[in-house]
């Protein structure tokens, strides 16, 4: 209860604008994340929180701004809109960054955008987040299911396998013998045009 008298508050006539606060705060928790190389734990969204003066209505609003965020991430997902489904699902993530199942849908639209796109940072963020959702919730299948194909992808992705790099080599030397055999054909006309030979 103390400290409830000791946290900042708003003045009763000052009008309330969720939409700044709750974008400040979305502000100040992506700029924590940002500097950052683990995650933010419940002390710093509490933190961020009595910072801007939250009231408990307003951690509530938070928490629907969360859902909307989440389900206008599914929307775009849905119709393969990556970019806006990552920046949809990430800000859900950082306003609750301890929703295991918002962090595994932010893990599937940045490995859907790597599917698209092929981005290496694509592709090391979708790991990342898989592995995020596993410390939340270490039974989600689904994240074990995307590390394996993302592995296994750059696996396959990450260099020539023994019979590409023979095939190239193999492509390579035909192509300097057939480019020999021209330049001697070529060689022997001049010659034979000139009747040197």
Do not use: C
Not at 15 to 26: G, H, K, N, P, T
Not at 79 to 88: K, N, P, Q, T, Y
Not at 119 to 141: F, M
């Amino acid at each position: 209860m103390n400290r409830e008298r000791n946290r900042p508050q708003r003045p009763p006539e000052e009008s309330f604008d969720d939409e700044s606060i709750l974008q400040d705060y979305l502000a100040r928790l992506m700029t924590m994340q940002d500097q950052r190389q683990d995650w933010l734990e419940e002390a710093d969204l509490k933190t961020a929180a009595q910072d801007l003066g939250l009231s408990d209505d307003d951690l509530e609003r938070l928490a629907a701004t969360t859902d909307a965020h989440r389900t206008r991430g599914r929307s775009f997902a849905e119709r393969g809109l990556w970019d806006e489904a990552v920046e949809e699902y990430r800000q859900a993530a950082t306003l609750n960054p301890f929703d295991a199942a918002a962090t595994h849908e932010l893990t599937q639209a940045y490995l859907g955008r790597w599917h698209t796109t092929g981005d290496a940072l694509d592709h090391a963020a979708a790991e990342r987040y898989a592995h995020r959702t596993l410390q939340l919730d270490p039974e989600n299948a689904a994240s074990y299911e995307i590390i394996k194909e993302l592995k296994r992808r750059l696996t396959r992705t990450g260099g020539p396998s023994q019979a590409e790099v023979r095939t190239s080599r193999g492509l390579l030397f035909g192509g300097i013998a057939l480019v020999a055999v021209l330049i001697l054909l070529g060689l022997l006309f001049f010659l034979g045009l000139f009747g040197l030979l």
